[in-house]
């Protein structure tokens, strides 16, 4: 045999093989670049929002029986209504929210029907003083902007009530209180909690890197899975089991398949990722400095990005392994479809437990997982994402994973050594498992 015969019983080799055969065809490149071209975009969507949403006003019309109601509550609205963004130049930034006096309510509804503004903000006094805001959209009921006249209306109510006091009340004039909600079992930077801009970077991050890993277990899995199965039904691995052991076998498949797929993902996310973050610079250029502050990426550290690291790696290798062990039980590679669910169903409860711990649920039930091998890589990683994580918890989950990396890649391998002996059959459990002891 020469040093570059397939058959050579070196893990190597064949993750060399497989990685050559897997990243050369058309069809790798083609979807390489297809998919990449969509993640820029997608990357790029952000700005294109900020960009339409810079030249977008919407218009309100303020309907009150009452003259000097009306100034003060179009004054209160577009205080509230028109803050500039931080960094902002408050005499060149251009206001988002115009408020005008409509006189008649009728011509004001019949403008809101033909799209001529956005929004009536009806505002009276009632006998008893009260303040009653009534306001019609032409969006949902309870949208943003809705939600935001209405923390305008309780700040009409404040601000009329103090216009009402005597002279000598000797209050001063109201000011708009600053909100910052602070939580407890948040994460923190420096051992500071992290403000709000940055809890909700982090929670988008978070949603990002838990779909990232649920497809790439998913997808390149079956590509693992599916190269077994090819080998087996097309007899070959007959022949490359009797010049290499087992486990050789199953490392080179894993590590082969499992770098072609990690290439096609790091040429997609890459590029992407290095758009995302340069996306405040991209945004001066082409908006100006008015519209560039807001990326996405603000909570992004290179802790974190070496945890998801670190959790990927370890998450992708035991799906790769369980996917390799499955791919030798069918002999051909349309049965693949059948058996795969229950690995899909696994992927899927970390996933959604993942999303509960993202959106701060499930506390107890959550903490379990992130420390339970296949949810693990899922539910940590987005504990440490939105909450409090002590090291010692990030230390044993990961020891966790590896230790159940190394059982099932023993496992792993009888089994595929046993799949090599199963032909022309879909052998129940117990004879499968038998047939593996044997191996």
Do not use: C
């Amino acid at each position: 045999m020469t040093r570059h015969d397939p058959l050579l019983p070196n893990a190597a080799i064949v993750a060399r093989r497989e990685y050559r055969d897997r990243t050369r065809t058309p069809l790798f490149i083609g979807s390489t670049v297809i998919l990449m071209i969509l993640a820029l975009g997608v990357a790029l969507a952000p700005i294109a929002i900020r960009y339409f949403d810079r030249q977008t006003v919407t218009r309100i019309a303020v309907i009150s029986s009452d003259d000097a109601l009306a100034i003060r509550a179009i004054g209160v609205a577009d205080g509230l209504l028109n803050i500039p963004p931080s960094g902002a130049d408050a005499e060149k930034w251009e206001k988002t929210f115009l408020l005008e006096r409509a006189i008649d309510p009728v011509t004001a509804e019949q403008d809101l029907l033909t799209g001529e503004i956005s929004g009536i903000m009806a505002v009276e006094r009632l006998p008893s003083g009260q303040i009653d805001v009534k306001y019609t959209t032409d969006g949902p009921a309870d949208g943003v902007r809705t939600q935001l006249i209405g923390f305008a209306s309780i700040a009409i109510g404040i601000l009329d009530w103090t216009a009402t006091l005597p002279s000598d009340a000797q209050l001063s004039a109201f000011q708009t209180p600053s909100f910052d909600p602070v939580s407890i079992n948040g994460p923190t930077a420096g051992g500071a909690p992290v403000d709000a801009q940055e809890l909700a970077s982090r929670s988008f991050l978070g949603i990002v890197f838990v779909v990232l890993l649920f497809l790439t277990v998913v997808i390149y899995g079956m590509w693992v899975a599916s190269g077994v199965a090819a080998e087996k039904s097309s007899r070959v691995m007959e022949l490359m089991i009797s010049a290499a052991s087992p486990r050789q076998l199953l490392t080179g498949k894993v590590v082969g398949i499992g770098l072609a797929g990690l290439t096609q993902y790091l040429a997609i996310a890459v590029p992407a990722l290095a758009v995302v973050a340069l996306q405040d610079r991209i945004a001066e250029a082409i908006l100006g400095p008015t519209w560039a502050s807001g990326a996405p990426l603000v909570g992004l550290t290179p802790d974190l990005l070496a945890i998801y690291g670190v959790f990927f790696l370890l998450g992708f290798t035991l799906f790769a392994l369980i996917y390799a062990a499955m791919g030798a039980f069918v002999s051909r590679p349309e049965d693949l479809q059948t058996l795969s669910l229950p690995l899909s169903l696994l992927a899927m409860v970390g996933y959604l437990s993942a999303i509960v711990a993202l959106g701060g649920g499930g506390r107890g039930f959550t903490a379990i997982l992130s420390f339970v091998p296949p949810f693990s890589p899922f539910v940590m990683l987005a504990r440490v994402m939105v909450g409090r994580v002590e090291a010692w918890e990030l230390v044993a989950s990961v020891g966790l994973m590896v230790a159940a990396i190394v059982l099932v890649a023993v496992i792993a391998s009888r089994i595929y050594a046993a799949g090599v002996l199963l032909y022309g059959q879909r052998p129940g459990l117990r004879a499968f498992i038998a047939a593996a002891r044997r191996a």
